[in-house]
């Protein structure tokens, strides 16, 4: 089955600042994929190339077998877009822009639109203008689900939405879905949001790796161990733990199945897709004691931190 999105050793940079060296992935039809990573790391980047309003440095990047920066207007019929900030064209009003609109895409659904937009209740000729962020946010969201295309290209859509409108939107996304071989490709600050809703997890760091897994065996394999902090004074002559002086890039060293360690005052929490058989052996080469350790259960937010690491 042919990729709807296929990257293949990108490479960009800014200036001489590197967002990504060699960017390698695929996305599949008919899935939600879910573009994790800290801010500044490329997600807008990428979605921006893969609109064709940047070129990269050097590589390619592939939409429905079309090189992105060179795009079909027949190509771009197919995939709905929102950038971060929902830009919307503040002069019209909520009929004016819908009877914009509606003529550029072939599968427009206006029912789809005012289904939406009526939650808002304002009327069909109330300005743009004239509501708040949240108010404009639904508004661009009910004209994306009307265009109904074939890859959504979703970034940051939560921004300005409270939760019951989220929730709205992500019914409607799942009534998209269940209408086609259809696909997603979304970034968002509100990770919960993606917990029972994305097929696949994508987690970009700074330069470009990647890391892709599907989301329910990524939640099954990625573990948080808590290693207890052994006291400055041992009790009874424990032993125990990990000590407070140890610094924690030693730690790393000494256990490369470890993906990060978040440092607290009285343990240490301890992220790896290896299992504890595996990751007491290793500590205890290290001389660490590893008979008090636990496993702490993960939310998808949790084991984002985790992955990724808190900032500094």
Same mark, same amino acid.
């Given at each position: 089955?042919?990729?709807?999105?296929?990257?293949?050793?990108?490479?960009?940079?800014?200036?001489?600042?590197?967002?990504?060296?060699?960017?390698?992935?695929?996305?599949?039809?008919?899935?939600?994929?879910?573009?994790?990573?800290?801010?500044?790391?490329?997600?807008?980047?990428?979605?921006?190339?893969?609109?064709?309003?940047?070129?990269?440095?050097?590589?390619?990047?592939k939409v429905?077998?079309?090189?992105?920066?060179?795009?079909?207007?027949?190509?771009?019929?197919?995939?709905?877009?929102?950038?971060?900030?929902?830009?919307?064209?503040?002069?019209?009003?909520?009929?004016?822009?819908?009877?914009?609109?509606?003529?550029?895409?072939?599968?427009?659904?206006?029912?789809?639109?005012?289904?939406?937009?009526?939650?808002?209740?304002?009327?069909?000729?109330?300005?743009?203008?004239?509501?708040?962020?949240?108010?404009?946010?639904?508004?661009?969201?009910?004209?994306?689900?009307?265009?109904?295309?074939?890859? &959504?290209? #979703?970034? %940051?859509?939560? *921004? /300005?939405?409270?939760?019951? @409108?989220?929730?709205?939107?992500?019914?409607?996304?799942?009534?998209?879905?269940?209408?086609?071989?259809?696909?997603?490709?979304?970034?968002?600050?509100?990770?919960?949001?993606?917990?029972?809703?994305?097929?696949?997890?994508?987690?970009?760091?700074?330069?470009?790796?990647?890391?892709?897994?599907?989301?329910?065996?990524?939640?099954?394999?990625?573990?948080?161990?808590?290693?207890?902090?052994?006291?400055?004074?041992?009790?009874?002559?424990?032993?125990?733990?990990?000590?407070?002086?140890?610094?924690?890039?030693?730690?790393?060293?000494?256990?490369?199945?470890l993906k990060n360690?978040?440092?607290?005052?009285?343990?240490?929490?301890?992220?790896?897709?290896?299992?504890?058989?595996?990751?007491?052996?290793?500590?205890?080469?290290?001389?660490?004691?590893?008979?008090?350790?636990?496993?702490?259960? &993960?939310? #998808?937010? %949790?084991?984002? *931190? /985790?992955?990724?690491?808190? @900032?500094?």
């Open positions: 089955m042919q990729p709807v999105i296929h990257v293949d050793h990108l490479c960009h940079r800014y200036g001489k600042h590197y967002i990504y060296k060699d960017l390698n992935f695929s996305i599949s039809p008919g899935k939600i994929y879910g573009l994790l990573g800290k801010n500044g790391v490329g997600k807008t980047t990428l979605i921006k190339i893969l609109m064709g309003f940047l070129r990269p440095v050097s590589g390619t990047c429905f077998n079309e090189p992105s920066h060179a795009l079909s207007p027949a190509a771009r019929a197919r995939i709905g877009l929102l950038f971060e900030g929902h830009v919307a064209y503040e002069f019209m009003s909520i009929r004016q822009i819908e009877k914009f609109y509606a003529p550029f895409y072939p599968n427009w659904d206006a029912g789809i639109y005012y289904r939406m937009v009526e939650k808002l209740n304002l009327g069909p000729n109330h300005l743009i203008r004239q509501m708040s962020c949240g108010q404009r946010s639904q508004v661009v969201l009910g004209l994306l689900m009307a265009q109904q295309p074939e890859l &959504l290209l #979703l970034d %940051d859509y939560s *921004i /300005g939405l409270d939760p019951g @409108y989220r929730r709205l939107f992500l019914d409607e996304m799942r009534n998209y879905l269940a209408g086609g071989n259809r696909t997603v490709f979304l970034t968002s600050h509100v990770i919960q949001d993606m917990e029972d809703f994305v097929d696949e997890v994508i987690f970009m760091e700074r330069g470009g790796k990647m890391m892709n897994s599907r989301l329910d065996r990524f939640k099954q394999e990625f573990s948080c161990y808590r290693l207890p902090v052994k006291p400055r004074i041992p009790v009874n002559g424990s032993r125990q733990g990990v000590r407070p002086d140890m610094p924690k890039d030693d730690l790393l060293k000494a256990c490369p199945l360690i978040e440092v607290h005052p009285t343990h240490w929490d301890l992220f790896t897709f290896a299992g504890k058989s595996d990751l007491t052996l290793m500590l205890d080469a290290a001389g660490i004691s590893s008979s008090h350790i636990e496993q702490v259960s &993960l939310s #998808l937010e %949790d084991a984002f *931190i /985790g992955y990724t690491g808190r @900032y500094s």
